[in-house]
């Protein structure tokens, strides 16, 4: 059952990925390959004044990157938050040496926990998605050093 869930939320990140780099970062990859295609392109410059051109052009993309990966880093780590609850929360309630039959419900409550963990953090996927379209539709110099 844990791993149907894992699952599920790996399928939804995973949209997400995939939207964002469809939506915003592959564009932003054409013109960082444009804007680098063009510094290499000038013949009387030295190879340090064309490599710093190149850095400047692969910025906005690594800002951007940088900025998906702590969302999706900042969201999965409260998932395992709560998840972790769920633990501890399960512990708390064993005896110290507890029998088969209370293993058997004590697995069962810790599961039905998580389950709600995952369903709770899939309905926060849309919030996410907003937040990233939001952050990377309003051009690079919006995005949040990270």
């Given at each position: 059952?844990?791993?149907?869930?894992?699952?599920?939320?790996?399928?939804?990140?995973?949209?997400?990925?995939?939207?964002?780099?469809?939506?915003?970062?592959?564009?932003?990859?054409?013109?960082?390959?444009?804007?680098?295609?063009?510094?290499?392109?000038?013949?009387?410059?030295?190879?340090?004044?064309?490599?710093?051109?190149?850095?400047?052009?692969t910025?906005?993309?690594?800002?951007?990157?940088?900025?998906?990966?702590?969302?999706?880093?900042?969201?999965?780590?409260?998932?395992?938050?709560?998840?972790?609850?769920?633990?501890?929360?399960?512990?708390?309630?064993?005896?110290?040496?507890?029998?088969?039959?209370?293993?058997?419900r004590?697995?069962?409550?810790?599961?039905?926990?998580?389950?709600?963990?995952?369903?709770?953090?899939?309905?926060?996927?849309?919030?996410?998605?907003?937040?990233?379209?939001?952050?990377?539709?309003?051009?690079?110099?919006?995005?949040?050093?990270?």
């Amino acid at each position: 059952m844990i791993e149907q869930q894992r699952q599920r939320i790996e399928q939804e990140i995973t949209k997400v990925v995939d939207d964002t780099d469809k939506e915003y970062l592959r564009k932003m990859q054409v013109e960082m390959h444009r804007c680098a295609a063009k510094c290499c392109e000038d013949q009387n410059s030295s190879v340090d004044v064309v490599q710093r051109c190149v850095e400047r052009c692969t910025t906005p993309v690594t800002r951007a990157q940088r900025f998906v990966q702590n969302e999706l880093e900042s969201y999965q780590q409260r998932l395992q938050r709560c998840v972790m609850q769920c633990n501890d929360d399960i512990r708390a309630e064993m005896s110290p040496n507890p029998n088969e039959t209370e293993v058997a419900r004590y697995t069962d409550k810790f599961e039905r926990c998580a389950i709600k963990c995952v369903d709770k953090h899939l309905g926060q996927i849309p919030q996410l998605m907003k937040t990233i379209r939001s952050v990377l539709s309003k051009g690079v110099n919006n995005i949040p050093e990270v």
